[in-house]
């Protein structure tokens, strides 16, 4: 660790956060991926495109598909 008293590493955050707004400028670098279940709600990982597969692994978003909304309806 770099001294955080937070637990995390502060410089490994700095480089994530790096690495995501390389992608923040273009939508379509995100990719998203729909895993569908029996017994439970289907869930969608969204994660840059162009990425290492160590950065896949940490650089990623998950959400249960019954939770998210169209933007359009929203505003």
């Excluded at 590493?9 to 939508?27: G, I, K, M, N, S």
């Excluded at 729909?34 to 969608?44: A, I, L, Q």
């Excluded at 939770?67 to 359009?72: E, I, P, R």
């Amino acid at each position: 660790m770099t001294g955080s008293t937070s637990g995390y590493d502060d410089r490994t955050t700095r480089q994530r956060l790096a690495t995501v707004a390389q992608y923040d400028h273009d939508a379509d670098a995100l990719e998203s991926t729909v895993v569908r279940y029996e017994d439970g709600p289907d869930r969608c990982t969204i994660a840059p495109r162009e990425c290492s597969e160590p950065e896949r692994l940490t650089t990623w978003l998950s959400a249960d598909l019954d939770m998210v909304v169209d933007l359009d309806e929203m505003r």
